[in-house]
């Protein structure tokens, strides 16, 4: 659907920031509102983050499933206009239009679902019953695990897995069949809100590419501890008699963090999976590609070399550098489902052995334009110094916004992009993405954020912090004028990225 060598723009925005009337973003009317707009102003790619289920702090990085779609994306509409669920009543107050509250949304959209499931069964037709027969037995490999691990959580009081009893902590297989016949219908619950995602999101997806749209999602490179991945094959991480871990994930220390990034995710035995070809590896990404036509791996260094911290350290001072799977992970991918149409997310430390797995691979890397104004003009995040086979990013999810990335950058750095772009407080969101689609890197992607012009207050998130400002915002159809549509279209089109003709643009 997309082409990685060659030109093409598009923007950043994760589902749950979308509008709509259920308390967060979803695959409902809104999402397919977006794409024409997204079509309107020349884009050709909409960027995701992760579509898993959320875990601590709201983050879909630390999710219950890497193979599982959010609960919280499945649009209510489909389900009403099925016959399934009644149109809901709004809970007092209804929802902030700006922000997701999720401790409101969580328990009310959930509430919905279960009526749906109902209804589902009690008129759902002869045909849809099939249809979601069929689906659960084709995804058989990765949700019989997760949805027995979803409703084992349910039926604990959410309690972690390994405080479970002991038989179902082992995966005892008299204790977990007698368990899938003592919760088949909380099973049947989230087989169906699973169907509900895939149905949905792969008839968005359709619906975008039919108008020269391709999706582009986003892997996390770990999984999280409380996990039906980590239940299901504990041989593959590293830990002890417990099912702890004896280390972690992480990164080390530096100037943006004097005690490093304690990540606490369990580590992958690289051994073990190299053994079994990487199946777990392969059937993750299959899955992946079941749902974008491209997608970001997160935290790309980590398959070169990964930072490994003792469990028993709170910080990731007392860290070591180990060896990852490199290409022979990829290669063995790759022997299965072909050329793989993937970004590397290759920030942060990175070393030679990182750039030789990248370009070994094929993959484009990313540039950051915000990170190219504290040095001089030899920093590798200044456009003049790219080259092609990247994807040139204002920021991330990550970083601020441009114009609050402007009001809180050094002097000197407001300074230097101020002249280089050339750019002031007015228009520097404008120059840039003017500087990242004029560049040579192939693809150029921008927040919606950026496209409004939006201050620090919109931002997506802030690493190492927890708290209601992270993942919560939102945009509504107010915020988004004819002259940013018509300057984003001008700018994509003048720089090559878009098939429309500058004669046709106002």
């Given at each position: 659907m997309i082409d990685l060598e060659q030109r093409a723009a598009g923007?950043?925005?994760?589902?749950?920031?979308?509008?709509?009337?259920?308390?967060?973003?979803?695959?409902?009317?809104?999402?397919?509102?977006?794409?024409?707009?997204?079509?309107?102003?020349?884009?050709?790619?909409?960027?995701?983050?992760?579509?898993?289920?959320?875990?601590?702090?709201?983050?879909?990085?630390?999710?219950?499933?890497?193979?599982?779609?959010?609960?919280?994306?499945?649009?209510?509409?489909?389900?009403?206009?099925?016959?399934?669920?009644?149109?809901?009543?709004?809970?007092?107050?209804?929802?902030?239009?700006?922000?997701?509250?999720?401790?409101?949304?969580?328990?009310?959209?959930?509430?919905?679902?279960?009526?749906?499931?109902?209804?589902?069964?009690?008129?759902?037709?002869?045909?849809?019953?099939?249809?979601?027969?069929?689906?659960?037995?084709?995804?058989?490999?990765?949700?019989?695990?997760?949805?027995?691990?979803?409703?084992?959580?349910?039926?604990?009081?959410?309690?972690?897995?390994?405080?479970?009893?002991?038989?179902?902590?082992?995966?005892?297989?008299?204790?977990?069949?007698?368990?899938?016949?003592?919760?088949?219908?909380?099973?049947?619950?989230?087989?169906?809100?699973?169907?509900?995602?895939?149905?949905?999101?792969?008839?968005?997806?359709?619906?975008?590419?039919?108008?020269?749209?391709?999706?582009?999602?986003?892997?996390?490179?770990?999984?999280?501890?409380?996990?039906?991945?980590?239940?299901?094959?504990?041989?593959?991480?590293?830990?002890?008699?417990?099912?702890?871990?004896?280390?972690?994930?992480?990164?080390?220390p530096d100037a943006m963090a004097p005690t490093g990034q304690r990540w606490g995710n369990p580590l992958y035995r690289w051994d073990r999976m190299a053994k079994e070809d990487f199946a777990w590896w392969t059937a993750r990404l299959r899955r992946a590609l079941d749902q974008a036509d491209v997608f970001r791996i997160d935290h790309f260094r980590g398959f070169a070399g990964y930072y490994e911290i003792p469990a028993t350290c709170p910080t990731a001072e007392e860290g070591e550098w180990r060896p990852g799977p490199g290409k022979a992970l990829f290669d063995a991918i790759e022997r299965v489902l072909g050329p793989l149409p993937i970004v590397a997310e290759d920030l942060g430390l990175i070393t030679p052995d990182v750039v030789e797995l990248r370009d070994g691979c094929g993959f484009p890397g990313m540039k950051i334009l915000q990170f190219g104004f504290g040095t001089d003009a030899t920093d590798d995040f200044l456009p003049h110094n790219w080259g092609r086979p990247f994807v040139a990013y204002t920021g991330t999810h990550d970083?601020?916004?441009?114009?609050?990335?402007?009001?809180?950058?050094?002097?000197?750095?407001?300074?230097?992009?101020?002249?280089?772009?050339?750019?002031?407080?007015?228009?520097?969101?404008?120059?840039?993405?003017?500087?990242?689609?004029?560049s040579v890197a192939n693809l150029a992607v921008c927040q919606l954020q950026d496209v409004l012009g939006l201050g620090v207050e919109h931002r997506m998130n802030t690493p190492g912090t927890v708290g209601d400002h992270n993942w919560t915002w939102r945009f509504t159809w107010d915020m988004v004028d004819g002259e940013a549509t018509r300057v984003l279209a001008l700018i994509t089109a003048a720089s090559g990225r878009t098939q429309f003709e500058l004669a046709r643009l106002p």
């Open positions: 923007v950043l925005l994760h589902v749950t920031s979308l509008p709509g009337p259920h308390g967060i973003g979803d695959f409902g009317p809104d999402a397919y509102r977006f794409v024409d707009w997204l079509q309107s102003a020349g884009q050709r790619i909409w960027q995701w983050l992760p579509t898993n289920p959320i875990g601590p702090g709201n983050s879909p990085y630390q999710s219950v499933s890497a193979f599982a779609g959010s609960p919280l994306m499945v649009a209510l509409e489909p389900l009403i206009g099925a016959g399934w669920l009644p149109a809901p009543t709004l809970p007092d107050g209804g929802f902030a239009p700006h922000q997701v509250d999720f401790g409101k949304v969580i328990g009310w959209r959930q509430a919905q679902l279960r009526a749906a499931h109902a209804g589902f069964i009690a008129k759902g037709t002869k045909t849809e019953h099939a249809a979601f027969a069929q689906w659960c037995e084709a995804q058989a490999d990765w949700l019989d695990d997760y949805t027995l691990f979803m409703a084992l959580e349910t039926a604990h009081d959410g309690q972690p897995w390994w405080q479970w009893p002991a038989p179902l902590c082992a995966r005892d297989k008299a204790a977990l069949d007698t368990a899938r016949k003592q919760h088949a219908a909380e099973i049947g619950f989230w087989a169906f809100v699973q169907w509900c995602f895939d149905t949905q999101s792969h008839a968005l997806k359709t619906y975008a590419n039919a108008r020269g749209i391709a999706i582009m999602g986003d892997l996390p490179i770990f999984i999280a501890h409380h996990s039906a991945d980590c239940w299901s094959r504990p041989d593959l991480y590293l830990l002890d008699a417990a099912h702890q871990p004896t280390s972690v994930a992480g990164c080390p970083n601020h916004t441009v114009r609050g990335w402007w009001q809180s950058a050094p002097a000197r750095e407001r300074a230097y992009a101020g002249s280089y772009l050339p750019a002031s407080d007015g228009d520097v969101h404008w120059a840039m993405i003017r500087a990242c689609c004029n």
